[in-house]
């Protein structure tokens, strides 16, 4: 098991919305590409948040959106869909959504639609 299954969200995600916010981009966009990617609402996403729910919990409760297939590249010089771990894959795919609005990278094209 990797350590970062045992990481909590609410650890990371500061993290992510400091990337973003230094890039010109908003924690709404970080919330929507979040619950794209897992289906969960804006209360759901907060009380994963405040729960302090790790990434297994909170990919656990998640409904992958059936597009996150076409999520590819590399990220932390791993090709996303050559990830064989379900869990990992996830997670991976987070980070290459947030690496892609990171980059200003349109919200159509980031959702993939």
């Known amino acids: 098991m990797h350590r970062v299954f045992g990481v909590a969200v609410s650890a990371v995600y500061p993290l992510y919305v400091t990337k973003l916010e230094r890039k010109g981009r908003t924690r709404a966009e970080l919330d929507q590409v979040i619950e794209w990617l ?11 948040l405040e729960q302090g729910s790790t990434f ?3 990919f656990a409760a998640a409904h992958l959106n059936p597009k996150a297939e076409l999520i590819t590249g590399v990220i932390c010089g791993v090709r996303v869909e050559e ?11 987070l980070d290459k959504l947030v690496d892609e609005l990171a980059r200003g990278k349109a919200m159509e094209k980031v959702l993939r639609s």
């Open 38 to 48: 897992t289906g969960l609402d804006d209360d759901e996403l907060a009380r994963h």
């Open 56 to 58: 297994a919990e909170f």
């Open 83 to 93: 990830i064989e771990d379900p869990l990992m894959k996830r997670i991976r795919y």
